[in-house]
């Protein structure tokens, strides 16, 4: 932001006006199309506390007790009692671990908030939760790709990143069978991006269960850390970007 002397460039009888109210004062001018912005918008606060908020709301559905939020948040436990109380937006933004609730939540600017309350509370995978949150990330999504592009990081043969008995796996690959085959509500695979190549981190047995029950395309939510990356992935899979429910 550049400051300018005012006497310079306002007109002598403008500027003789804005002396009376703030002579010897920084004045903030904003822009035009500004003007008719709230307070929070332009700086990006509104949104910060919205999101800020949306997480206290889901963590005290999922039984986080008021007592432990206002530690985690710094915050009085009246504050935390008005938040989580608070009427205004819950109806329309209920968070489930599906794909519909995903979708919605990436529509009001929320994805990395579904994102976290599904990892925390319906994964109990914490650990990963926590190291998103390490850095900055970009996510997109729920995205239709085809899920001939991916390949799992996860499972019982030997050299694959993160091995898991061969009973466990099946067991969890059984279970999404079923759900798939009785149409049950499904969340999506999150799959990360980086230097060109992708690595499902969360539901590699639903992967498998969806390959073995012959479903091609499938709601993915991504993401990268560095912003190169996000930009590559989006001009190199544009056409998967637009999200078709079925």
């Known amino acids: ?68 939020l206002a530690k985690e948040y710094a915050l009085s436990s009246e504050t935390i009692k008005k938040i989580v109380y608070e009427k205004q937006g819950r109806e329309e933004l209920q968070f489930s671990p599906g794909v519909q609730s995903a979708k919605e939540y990436n529509e009001n600017n929320m994805l990395e908030e579904w994102i976290h309350t599904y990892l925390l509370f319906e994964r109990k995978n914490k650990v990963f939760s926590d190291g998103l949150h390490l850095e900055k990330r970009y996510y997109l999504g729920p995205l239709a790709m085809p899920l001939s592009m991916f390949v799992r990081s996860s499972g019982p043969e030997e050299g694959i990143k993160w091995q898991v008995h061969p009973v466990v796996f099946e067991d969890r690959v059984n279970t999404w069978r ?69």
């Open 178 to 246: 079923e759900k798939i085959q009785k149409e049950e509500i499904l969340p999506p695979v999150i799959v990360g991006y980086a230097g060109g190549e992708f690595e499902i981190n969360c539901n590699n047995p639903l992967f498998e269960a969806l390959l073995r029950e012959g479903v091609t395309y499938f709601p993915v939510i991504m993401w990268t850390t560095k912003k190169d990356d996000y930009e590559d992935f989006v001009s190199k899979y544009a056409p998967y970007t637009e999200f078709v429910l079925k």
């Open 1 to 68: 932001m550049n400051y300018l002397n005012a006497k310079e460039v306002l007109p002598p009888e403008l500027f003789r006006e804005i002396q009376k109210y703030a002579g010897g004062n920084l004045l903030y001018v904003p822009l035009a199309e500004e003007k008719e912005k709230h307070w929070g918008e332009v700086s990006g606060q509104k949104l910060y506390y919205k999101k800020r908020n949306r997480m206290i709301q889901n963590k005290f559905l999922y039984g986080v007790s008021v007592a432990e």
